[in-house]
């Protein structure tokens, strides 16, 4: 695992950075994100309780909510960070197949 610095986005560009949670303790998720500019500054931030699926599902989901909530803020040219790997992964080698991921589907349309 690499310890890589947070980047500020490209001129014309915002960074969305989002990541999900699981409760050990209560039988909910949580997921969430920020959408920074161009210094760095705040452009806005969400965050939701959803119903509990696996780690990789909640990721998705969280992925899903950060490209909606971006969308309807009027951002349309974004980068997207995930500490999912996995997901990322996923995602950029177009990888869903015929799985039952029906997020990671939404998220490549």
Do not use: C
Not at 16 to 30: L, M, Q
Not at 51 to 58: E, Y
């Amino acid at each position: 695992m690499t310890k890589d610095r947070w980047q500020f986005p490209n001129h014309g560009w915002v960074k969305v950075n989002v990541d999900g949670s699981v409760s050990t303790f209560k039988p909910r998720a949580t997921i969430g994100g920020v959408v920074r500019g161009l210094n760095g500054s705040w452009m806005g931030g969400f965050k939701m309780v959803v119903g509990l699926a696996n780690v990789f599902q909640i990721e998705a989901r969280a992925l899903l909510e950060g490209l909606k909530f971006s969308w309807a803020k009027g951002y349309h040219t974004m980068e997207i960070e995930s500490d999912n790997s996995i997901l990322v992964a996923v995602i950029q080698n177009g990888l869903v197949g015929n799985n039952n991921y029906d997020k990671v589907r939404l998220i490549q349309d």
